[in-house]
């Protein structure tokens, strides 16, 4: 069975940086694309950003290109996204999800997400 | 690539049908449209892929159509369980975009 547990969200002042992980398990993690999706209380899900089974390719959503980073560790099962410059917009649970491909095409697992909240 | 989704909600009695709209800007494979159900406190639930494949365990009740621009869901008989928000999903060039969803309420 296939499990996604993200961890490091918490509460963070505007323009300071925070780091998310996503712990992998129950399917072989070299065989998939990742992504971070994000969905802020009272909105609609956002793709934030997704990366290829060895991390060639990768892509942003235009809100958050440039400030935040998508990498991945397939030794340690791992996905990790770096969130720099937070802004209160970026306040939202984050998703860890799977993709059913190597290079990205739909998402058929997701963890339980973890909080973000962007505020002095 | 920007989805518009109509309408933003739709209010339906339990067994009546329902289908919901998806416009993609530009002319997309239909391999590359999915749809999500989403319920408050639960994660996103894979409905449907390349416009027209259930995913598994997804009743027959739920249908997919169209190509081009146009991409349509719909609901034969609506189940108590099938009241949530359905988000349609494009992929395209490594990036993902969602649209602003559908409401299905109970009228």
């Known amino acids: 069975e296939v499990h996604l547990v993200e961890s490091g969200g918490g509460l963070v002042q505007p323009g300071r940086s925070l780091r998310l992980s996503c712990a992998a398990s129950g399917f072989i993690l070299n065989d998939y694309a990742l992504h971070w999706v994000r969905q802020a209380p009272g909105k609609g899900l956002e793709w934030v950003a997704g990366?290829?089974?060895?991390?060639?390719?990768?892509g942003y959503a235009d809100s958050v290109k440039g400030r935040f980073i998508i990498s991945r560790d397939n030794a340690k099962k791992s996905l990790f996204l770096q969130m720099n410059g937070l802004r209160p917009e970026d306040s939202a649970f984050y998703y860890c999800?799977?993709?059913?491909?190597?290079?990205?095409?739909?998402?058929?697992?997701w963890g339980q997400g973890t909080l973000v909240t962007v505020s002095s | 690539v920007v989805l518009t989704q109509s309408p933003g909600t739709l209010s339906v009695s339990p067994g009546e049908g329902a289908t919901l709209s998806c416009r993609v800007s530009q002319e997309t494979i239909s391999s590359y449209l999915a749809w999500y159900q989403k319920k408050p406190g639960q994660t996103p639930r894979l409905i449907m892929f390349a416009t027209s494949y259930r995913a598994t365990g997804i009743p027959d009740r739920f249908s997919g159509s169209g190509s081009g621009t146009d991409f349509t869901l719909t609901i034969s008989r609506l189940e108590p369980e099938d009241f949530a928000v359905y988000y349609c999903?494009?992929?395209?060039?490594?990036?993902?975009?969602f649209g602003p969803g559908t409401r299905v309420d109970i009228k």
């Open positions: 990366i290829s089974w060895n991390s060639v390719t990768v």
């Open positions: 999800a799977k993709d059913v491909d190597s290079s990205g095409w739909y998402i058929d697992n």
């Open positions: 999903q494009h992929f395209g060039n490594s990036l993902f975009t």
